[in-house]
Every structure is written in C-alpha cells, then in structure tokens.
T-cell receptor, first 110, second 115 residues
Framework: QQPVQSPQAVILREGEDAVINCSSSKALYSVHWYRQKHGEAPVFLMILLKGGEQKGHEKISASFNEKKQQSSLYLTASQLSYSGTYFCGTENSGNTPLVFGKGTRLSVIA | DAGVTQSPTHLIKTRGQHVTLRCSPISGHKSVSWYQQVLGQGPQFIFQYYEKEERGRGNFPDRFSARQFPNYSSELNVNALLLGDSALYLC??????????????FGSGTQLSVL
C-alpha cells in the first residue's frame, strides 16, 4: 500500500521552515525518509520505528505517530542545499519491502 | 569504500528487445533490491534478494526477472520491452533483510529508454 505524501510541492525562502507529511492506511512497522536531488540517487536521511520516536539529522527531524499511522518530516531554517524531492518509505512488517510515496518536491530559494 | 555501482548508466532499446541491468552492492551488504522510478514518481519496488534468494516481488509482469550471485551482485532482466518500461532503474543494497532498521543505499541508476 503506497503511502500518501503531502504537500506535493513546496517553495521556501532560505531560513523558512517546512513540514512534509506521510500517511498510510495500514499499520506501520517503520518509516524511512530519503532525499533525491535532480539526476541523483535517493539518499538516506533517517528511519523511525514504532514507538512515536523523533529523530534528527542536522536541522531536519522527524516524528512517527503509530496510532495515526503517519510520519512528519520537519525542516527548520532551510538552506539552499535542502532542495530536492523527499520520499517517505514505509514498511508494514519486518519482512515486507519498502514502499515509497510519490514524493514532495522542495525548492529553497535565496 | 565504493558505493552501490550500476551498469550501464544509460541504455536505449527498441520495443520487443531484451535488457540486462547489473548492480554491485556495497562490500559486506548481502541484500539487493530493485526499484523502477518513472519521472516525477517515487521508486516502485520490483524485487528484493537476500543471500541469493528472492525475498520479495512487486507488482510487475513476468517479463521482469532477477537473480543474485554468490558475490551478492545482482542482475535485473526485462524481456519483450514495452514503451512503458522506459524509466530509471535503481538498485539498492542493505546489510541484511527483515530488520526494521535496514537502511537502503541506492546506486545512481540505469536510465532505460525504449523506442
């Protein structure tokens, strides 16, 4: 079951904050976040496991709400280097493959 | 250390032809997954192999097949190519399989164009 990401696209000025959401209609085992720059491979950002934990990576953090079956990625004080497409990938159990959402295109402008 | 390497980087084929894409995982990684990414969409899961055995298969026709070799490298084969097979094919490796904290490390992909 493909997770749903929102928004589809967002434009930010440097220093602004953004939130990207990822939701699933099925119970989640884990949520993975990746960033893909144009013409490049997706790059791993972080994994969140059941338990509602929050993780951080530079000024990028994420939360996982198991009950709501959703995860949110928080980008604070955005930098030009944050531009790219952000994908969430979800697992419904330990032995199921990672299923990616359609992505959120983030553009940070000066 | 080398990352995930894929070959070729670009490929142009005509309808009905066959194609083989290759992937070498990061040293020490025993699992390889294949994804198809159409422009503007997220990667779509095709196959996952771990210890040379298929561990997962996505919703793709039987024209798609794959295998993993004893050195953990992998091949993705697509027969009877259709125009709709045009996409970026990504290979990702991970240490193992079945654990929630398995990070995927992606290669740069093979851009396949079917004319």
């Amino acid at each position: 079951q493909q997770p749903v990401q929102s928004p589809q696209a967002v434009i930010l000025r440097e220093g602004e904050d953004a939130v990207i959401n990822c939701s699933s209609s099925k119970a989640l085992y884990s949520v993975h976040w990746y960033r893909q720059k144009h013409g490049e491979a997706p790059v791993f950002l972080m994994i969140l496991l059941k338990g509602g934990e929050q993780k951080g990576h530079e000024k990028i953090s994420a939360s996982f709400n198991e009950k709501k079956q959703q995860s949110s990625l928080y980008l604070t004080a955005s930098q030009l280097s944050y531009s790219g497409t952000y994908f969430c990938g979800t697992e419904n159990s330990g032995n199921t493959p990672l299923v990616f959402g359609k992505g959120t295109r983030l553009s940070v402008i000066a | 250390d080398a990352g995930v390497t894929q070959s070729p980087t670009h490929l142009i084929k005509t309808r009905g032809q066959h194609v083989t894409l290759r992937c070498s995982p990061i040293s020490g990684h025993k699992s390889v997954s294949w994804y198809q990414q159409v422009l503007g969409q997220g990667p779509q899961f095709i196959f996952q192999y771990y210890e040379k055995e298929e561990r997962g298969r996505g919703n793709f026709p039987d024209r798609f097949s794959a295998r993993q070799f004893p050195n953990y490298s992998s091949e993705l084969n697509v027969n009877a190519l259709l125009l709709g097979d045009s996409a970026l094919y990504l290979c990702a490796s991970s240490l193992g399989w079945g654990q929630a904290n398995e990070k995927l490390f992606f290669g740069s992909g093979t851009q396949l164009s079917v004319l």
